[in-house]
């Protein structure tokens, strides 16, 4: 069988293993034991994975006219958008047979102003997207309070892009208690406290204040609004942008992605990303519990995830 290491990582021995497969070793390898990254381009290497195999898919794919990863057949350089969103749509086709029936899958694309005009593109893939079959079930919004600034006047500043969830059927793995937030309505600082009245008194909680058992209170509302392990994640998500020095192209920050990871995937199930890139989706998800498989085109970015991952 073909070396790589397949568990209890990250080790400092092995140093001789292999995390890095070439596609002409795929043959070798076992898909499930997963943790490992594909050195080749997204398409091609999705159609050699097998059915069904993956739990979800965090991925941001080069950005349109953004930057050259100075390797042929990259993402991101097509004469046009419409040529740019059409080869996405294409690999994510693949990346649907490659997902598990309840999996799911979360990207992340920037917009691009053409001749002073937004692009749209997000929004134009995600529907694209759901022309093909793709379920859309949320966009989210990652707020970036230290966005660069930018000398534009007569529009205001973006410091915001977008992550979208999809969903391959309607019944899908969604593990919402593993990223709920603290509620803030009722907390002690809230301004919310004593004008809604729902408190009795200091350290009371909802169920003992003065509207517990009140009609007007749906109980599905009441108990989602009170969960005890907080509330359910917003669509609004704020992370700061993070530095990876080794990496010329922008990285995930981990707080980005681990919510994705966390109700997107089980403890042992496998995270996919076509677009590896610095490898922070393998990082995040063996930090977490969760096996993964990356795949990217540029051999650097493979050898620089790999030293992050296996070896930090
Ligand atoms: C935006 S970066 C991903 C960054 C990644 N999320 C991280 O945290 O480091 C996109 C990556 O896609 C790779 N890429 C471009 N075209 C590709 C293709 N056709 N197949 C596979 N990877 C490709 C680039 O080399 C780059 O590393």
Redesign the pocket.
Known sequence: MFDYITTNLPLFANLDKQFIVKADNLAEIHFEEANFIIH????DMLKRLPDGLIQTVV?????YGQRD?D?E????IEKNTDEYINRLVEIFEEVKRVLREDGTLWINVGDKYIDGNLAGLPWRLALALRERGWILRSDIIWYKPNAMPSSVRNRPTTDHEYIFLFAKNSQYYYDADAIREPHITFSEKSKMRGGRNHLGKNGGTPEQGKNSGNSNLHRGRWDQAFHPKGRNKRTVWEVPLSK?RD?H????PEKLIEPCILAGCPENGIVL?????????GLVAHKKGRKFIG????EN?CEI?SKRIFFR
């Open positions: 080749g381009e997204a398409l991925t941001s794919p080069p950005y990863y390797v057949n990259q993402i991101g990876f990496a192209f922008a990285v995930f990303d076509p677009f590896f890139g610095s490898g922070t989706v795949i990217e085109l540029n970015y995830a």
